[in-house]
């Protein structure tokens, strides 16, 4: 079931005549995105696609469920960030761990700034942290 995206002006159309098809449209899209992923990830997608609609209905308009969906991507990506942290700082990912490849890029470290201080509370002073690239075996 491959349905392709209208464009731009087709949507807009949809939008303004008929939001109710375009919302349709929006969920049959979703809905077919997670039909297609791996059948380990799709509990997760359906759960992530309830949080999503959640935050739509709950919002006042549009622009507040954008914010509020940013938010919430910022929000995991910065768990992420954190937990990339946490196993750097444990060389947990050494590069004796990673297995050896023949095209193995140069190792190196990335410096990020993080806003936190020692409690672990955001404050408006920055600090540099560092993160150390990990090369990945070319297929």
């Keep these: 079931m491959q349905r392709n995206l209208p464009d731009v002006d087709t949507l807009r159309k949809l939008a303004i ?18 039909d297609q992923a791996a059948p380990k990830n799709r509990a997760r997608l359906q759960g992530l696609q309830f949080q999503i609609d959640a935050h739509r209905q709950t919002a006042p308009n549009p622009v507040a469920a954008c914010v509020k969906i940013a938010a919430m991507m910022q ?17 947990a990912l050494s590069p004796n761990s990673v ?6 890029a140069p190792s190196c470290r990335v410096t990020d700034m993080a806003e936190s201080n020692t409690t672990g509370t955001r404050t408006n002073s920055r600090r540099p942290i560092s993160a150390r690239v990990i090369p990945f075996k070319r297929r």
């Design 99 to 104: 297995h050896a490849t023949s095209h193995r």
């Design 75 to 91: 929000a995991s990506f910065e768990r992420l960030h954190s937990t990339l942290n946490v196993a750097l700082d444990s060389d």
């Design 17 to 34: 005549d008929n939001p109710v098809e375009l919302e349709q449209l929006r969920r049959q899209l979703a809905q077919q995105i997670i």
